[in-house]
């Protein structure tokens, strides 16, 4: 009787034992012997990339359904530190930017979550996601080892804590893995001019910022395979970006991480980034394909970069620059060329990759979701014209002795207005080698000339005569993204101003335009008459017009004959466009139309054609270059 009662008392134990240990693996991911374990046991990656400040919220759930529908079992997204806090210590984490809300949609969809919160990010996003007001703080070195800065990103790392550490597996969450910095491995290689160890220190930061604010998920780096020295940092699993090679992957992890794996290619490139001015990109179907199923068939983790990319809408878009280019803006579509379209359609590259992934998948994949109406909406009238140096005269307005930044002026975005008035006439090379990044410039009202950035176009000949005023309108095309001139991004005119020999000193009058979100209620334009209508020509002008829906869905608006600027619907900025291309139309979701009265607010600061009205069509137009 003893020993039964012993063998059962044993039994218990045991039992317990099982139990306490089965849930002990439950909720759990590590990174354990070379594998992803997920709740103990061996786990892949199959992630896309999508970014919910590039999506409307109401959308989030049909785009990640889709992302599940093709057999994917995680969604990666960045956090942009600048999306977050708008102005210094004021966060705003709600509506459109409640990435809370995203990642428990994710987890309802059944996906696993991967956040990549930087601090940088870069992304094609307007300053990487730094906040443009660092740049205003004395002493303050970007991406260095610096107290300053690490205790700005000590702040937004804290922020973002509150926001996601109940939503981590640990606590029941689906967040699974964390990225410390981000290709910092190419900011090493491109900083020279800082040691090595400096950078390693400061990497190093960043990763100790993490986990003593409380992340408790696995951290990773993720660099290109030949810049593991410079980015990878221990406490993190170097991951590549772009890496074909699977032997060549596996070589250079194990070399940095302990002869061992887990193998990710953390940016899994199905698409690539377009610029202003430049050829639409596009990435064969059947080469993704390929590379998938290698990836799979080879148990490599893959992340692909962009599986939807949505919109840099209002000023969101960054830049990058080469030889060539002193800035490349970024278009303000970031369809990517995407397996899923910047509205969210599928495409034969989505049906290429789902069948791939459907071959190692047991379970049947879910239906594919269907996509969202679209709409056209022809022949909006715009019958209220305004001249903009009309609206200008009723802004802020800082008078100095020389230009200021948009910095100086305390303003992020947008357009500034440079004015000068002149009692004597000069004339000879109007010299802006400081312009970031693009000018109209006008005499008393009348265009004579641009200078541009992008074409390295900085001076040009000018005649001003007695009692004249010189107009500079600049335009901030969106702050580098990437590369080491990161940390030179100011805007506006950041140098002096010279005609021929001469800098032209005092009595500058700089009028701040940042078109913020509430602009559209600022506007008072009029109906102009058709004979003052001709005299707008070449004269920056804004646009309104009503138009009336029975029904709303996605459609895109048709630029192709206007010049350069901004569309707002319903008070909100859709985006920049330009008649350059290659996008001559801009995604206007129709979440964010309504039934009957809609408003629109056109600034064309070219204005090279007075128009009188503006269509939408049901299919973008994003590959369609206007030679210049």
């Given amino acids: 009787m003893k020993n039964l009662q012993r063998l059962l008392v044993l039994f218990a134990l045991f039992a317990c034992n099982v139990l306490m240990f089965s849930q002990s693996r439950k909720n759990t991911f590590e990174i354990k012997g070379g594998n992803f374990l997920l709740n103990g046991k061996a786990f892949s990656i199959h992630s896309g990339e999508m970014h919910y400040p590039r999506i409307p919220q109401e959308y989030w759930k049909h785009r990640l359904q889709m992302m599940k529908a093709m057999g994917l079992n995680a969604v990666t997204t960045y956090v942009f530190w600048n999306y977050h806090e708008e102005s210094p210590g004021k966060w705003n984490w709600s509506g459109e930017k409640d990435l809370k809300k995203f990642i428990k949609t ?37 991406r260095e080892d610096n107290d ?34 981000n290709e910092f491995g190419s900011f090493v290689a491109q900083r020279k001019d800082v040691s090595l160890q400096s950078h390693r220190a400061y990497n190093a930061k960043i990763v100790k910022q993490l986990k003593d604010i409380g992340f408790n998920v696995p951290m990773f780096t993720s660099d290109g395979s030949w810049l593991f020295e410079g980015g990878s940092v221990v406490g993190a699993l170097p991951t590549a970006n772009g890496e074909d090679n699977i032997e060549n992957l596996k070589k250079v992890v194990n070399q940095y991480n302990n002869n061992q794996g887990p193998y990710m290619v953390a940016e899994f490139y199905p698409g690539w980034l377009a610029h202003w001015a430049e050829k639409f990109p596009r990435v064969d179907a ?60 599928r495409t034969p590259k989505y049906d290429s990759l789902r069948a791939v992934i459907g071959k190692y998948t047991k379970a049947k994949l879910p239906e594919v979701p269907a996509p969202i109406k679209v709409i056209e909406v022809k022949d909006i009238k715009l019958n209220k014209l305004y001249n903009f140096f009309n609206y200008a005269e009723g802004q802020e307005t800082v008078k100095g002795d020389k230009p200021q930044t948009f910095e100086e002026l305390n303003q992020g975005h947008g357009y500034v207005l440079y004015r000068r008035h002149f009692n004597q006439p000069i004339s000879g090379t109007l010299d802006l ?15 004579v000339g641009e200078l ?16 004249s005023t010189l107009e500079i309108l600049v335009e901030n095309w969106g702050r580098i993204n990437y590369g080491a001139k990161i940390t030179e991004n100011t805007k506006g005119i ?70 350069k600027g901004v569309i707002f619907i319903n008070g909100r900025n859709i985006g920049r466009f330009w008649r350059v291309g290659p996008q001559q139309t801009l995604y206007i979701p129709g979440v964010w139309l309504k039934k009957g009265k809609n408003e629109i607010i056109i600034f064309d600061q070219l204005n090279q054609k007075v128009q009188n009205s503006v269509s939408t069509v049901k299919t973008p137009i994003l590959d369609q270059l206007v030679k210049q």
């Avoid at 998938?292 to 970069?305: A, G, M, R």
């Avoid at 005609?499 to 335009?513: A, H, Q, R, S, V």
């Fill in 106 to 142: 994710a987890q309802e969809v059944g996906l696993y979550v991967i956040i990549r919160p930087g601090p940088y990010v870069c992304a094609e996003w307007e300053f990487g996601g730094y906040p443009w007001w660092l740049q205003n703080i004395k002493g303050l070195k970007i």
């Fill in 148 to 181: 300053l800065f690490l205790a700005e990103t000590k702040k937004y790392l804290s922020q973002l804590y509150t926001q996601v550490k109940d939503l981590q597996i640990t606590n029941g969450g689906p967040v699974i893995m964390i990225q410390a910095e």
């Fill in 286 to 345: 059947s080469t993704v394909a390929r590379q998938t199923d290698k990836y799979l068939k080879n148990d490599v983790s893959f992340n692909y970069y962009m599986i939807h990319g949505g919109t840099n809408f209002g000023f969101t878009s960054g830049a990058n620059y080469d030889k060539n280019h002193d800035i490349q803006p970024d278009l303000t579509s970031y369809d990517y060329d995407a397996p899923i379209t910047e509205a969210g359609w």
């Fill in 433 to 447: 080698k400081g312009l970031r990044d693009y000018a109209t410039v006008y005499i008393n009202g009348e265009k």
């Fill in 452 to 467: 541009n950035r992008y074409y390295n176009q900085y001076t040009m000949p000018i005649d001003i005569p007695f009692n």
């Fill in 494 to 563: 950041i140098s002096p101003v010279k005609i021929g020999d001469t800098e032209i000193t005092g009595n500058w009058e700089m009028t701040k335009l940042p078109f913020p979100d509430q602009f559209a209620s600022t506007i008072k334009a009029k109906s102009t008459d058709s004979g003052k209508q001709a005299q707008l020509k070449d004269v920056p002008t804004l646009y309104q017009g009503e138009f009336d829906l029975q029904e709303v869905g996605d459609t895109f608006i048709d630029m192709q004959n206007w010049g």
